[in-house]
T-cell receptor, first 109, second 113 residues
Framework: RKEVEQDPGPFNVPEGATVAFNCTYSNSASQSFFWYRQDCRKEPKLLMSVYSSGNEDGRFTAQLNRASQYISLLIRDSKLSDSATYLCAVNTNAGKSTFGDGTTLTVKP | DAGVTQSPTHLIKTRGQQVTLRCSPKSGHDTVSWYQQALGQGPQFIFQYYEEEERQRGNFPDRFSGHQFPNYSSELNVNALLLGDSALYLC????????????FGQGTRLTVV
């Protein structure tokens, strides 16, 4: 079993839809959590950090559930430009960083 | 303010050869991490350098080694290249305590033939 697992994709949604991704992790020593966005053949770009209290950035909301060891990303009012692969990353305080394999989102007109 | 820069962007090597990839961190960052990303997979953590020392290492063989210089830039060396080493190699930089958010360079696409 992988240390970080993400929802299998792809997700194909119409513009304006709300879509949610989940990511589970197995290392209970994990301390910090992030969502990255990666466009085809490009580098991952940091989308947002994930805090226990939950955090929101415009149409994007991230949440962390430490008890169940999962993080989530909610995208509201999807745009065509949101089409990408979304990667979750889980870091330990020792510096080790583990990524999921990503979930591909395609937003269609 | 330059972000993370990597060189070269593309590289073709023959099986058995050695390769060196380079990374300059974002201004103000002192920590560099290296990742290998195969097609269709997430980035796999190779190692992290801080204060010119390897602070953490992932599950990669000793053929993968690195170095960090006093100016915080870093190199990734891979010896005895295998076909399976073909991948996108990403460098990410960060600052502050371990586990803080990291920013990626554009990567080096290595093809081993």
């Amino acid at each position: 079993r992988k240390e970080v697992e993400q929802d299998p994709g792809p997700f194909n949604v119409p513009e304006g839809a709300t879509v949610a991704f989940n990511c589970t992790y197995s290392n209970s020593a994990s301390q910090s959590f992030f969502w990255y966005r990666q466009d085809c053949r490009k580098e991952p770009k940091l989308l947002m950090s994930v805090y226990s209290s939950g955090n929101e950035d415009g149409r994007f909301t991230a949440q962390l559930n430490r008890a169940s060891q999962y993080i989530s990303l909610l995208i509201r009012d999807s745009k065509l430009s949101d089409s990408a692969t979304y990667l979750c990353a889980v870091n330990t305080n020792a510096g080790k960083s583990t990524f999921g394999d990503g979930t591909t989102l395609t937003v269609k007109p | 303010d330059a972000g993370v820069t990597q060189s070269p962007t593309h590289l073709i090597k023959t099986r058995g050869q050695q390769v060196t990839l380079r990374c300059s961190p974002k201004s103000g960052h002192d920590t560099v991490s290296w990742y290998q990303q195969a097609l269709g997979q997430g980035p796999q953590f190779i190692f992290q350098y801080y204060e010119e020392e390897e602070r953490q290492r992932g599950n990669f063989p000793d053929r993968f080694s690195g170095h960090q210089f006093p100016n915080y830039s870093s190199e990734l060396n891979v010896n005895a290249l295998l076909l399976g080493d073909s991948a996108l190699y990403l460098c990410a930089s960060s600052s502050g305590p371990p586990g803080t958010e990291a920013f990626f360079g554009q990567g080096t696409r290595l093809t081993v033939v």
